[in-house]
T-cell receptor, first 109, second 111 residues
């Protein structure tokens, strides 16, 4: 299948630091999605991107759809304890989503 | 929160026994999905449905079957559970297939 490579796999940061993660693919796509999964719960959609070059914010979160349409970035500014969780990128195709492996974010107070 | 529930939330079973997981929605969404989540693999699609009685396989469908006899319910069946099917199972629903709303998950342990 068409894999998504998400990095880093895990991050350990101090509260207040900025966070950056990315997702790449060998194929081009029309949609990039970013989900967050809190411990013990199902993933929740954070941001959806539909155009190459698009930059979209949701509070302290900012995501960008890469200009080549093969990658996407998610940034979190001034991290807080509730940002802990697993962040997944996803792309759509044929009525389905394919998810990256996830980035596990741990924050030290 | 989207009206989606999963039952049971936790289950322990023995190898070789049949297991059925239920996903129930109150949103009347067309699309329903079953995923499994395992460490290092993220979320992998097992089966999905695009309407009543309309289902299709995902990337890890071997050993699983599904049924959708009405809009609100999507059942996932393990005909003969194996230890490799120990996992956390998530159901998701969507009006359009991009914005998926996930249920709380079912933790299945196959001994």
């Amino acid at each position: 299948g068409q894999q998504l490579n998400q990095s880093p796999q895990s991050m350990f940061i101090q509260e207040g630091e900025d966070v950056s993660m990315n997702c790449t693919s060998s194929s081009i796509f029309n949609t990039w999605l970013w989900y967050k999964q809190d411990p013990g719960e199902g993933p929740v959609l954070l941001i959806a991107l539909y155009k190459a070059g698009e930059l979209t914010s949701n509070g302290r979160l900012t995501a960008q759809f890469g200009i080549t349409r093969k990658d996407s970035f998610l940034n979190i500014s001034a991290s807080i304890p509730s940002d802990v969780g697993i962040y997944f990128c996803a792309r759509e195709g044929a009525q389905k989503l394919v998810f990256g492996q996830g980035t596990r974010l741990t924050i030290n107070p | 929160d989207a009206g989606i529930t999963q039952s049971p939330r936790h289950k322990v079973t023995e190898t070789g026994t049949p297991v059925t997981l239920r996903c129930h929605q109150t949103e009347n969404h067309r699309y329903m999905y079953w995923y499994r989540q395992d460490p290092g693999h993220g979320l992998r699609l097992i089966h999905y449905s695009y309407g009543v009685k309309d289902t299709d396989k995902g990337e890890v469908s071997d050993g699983y079957s599904v049924s959708r006899s009405k809009t609100e319910d999507f059942l996932l069946t393990l005909e003969s559970a194996t230890s490799s099917q120990t996992s956390v199972y998530f159901c998701a629903i969507a009006r359009g297939f991009e914005t998926q709303y996930f249920g709380p998950g079912t933790r299945l342990l196959v001994l």
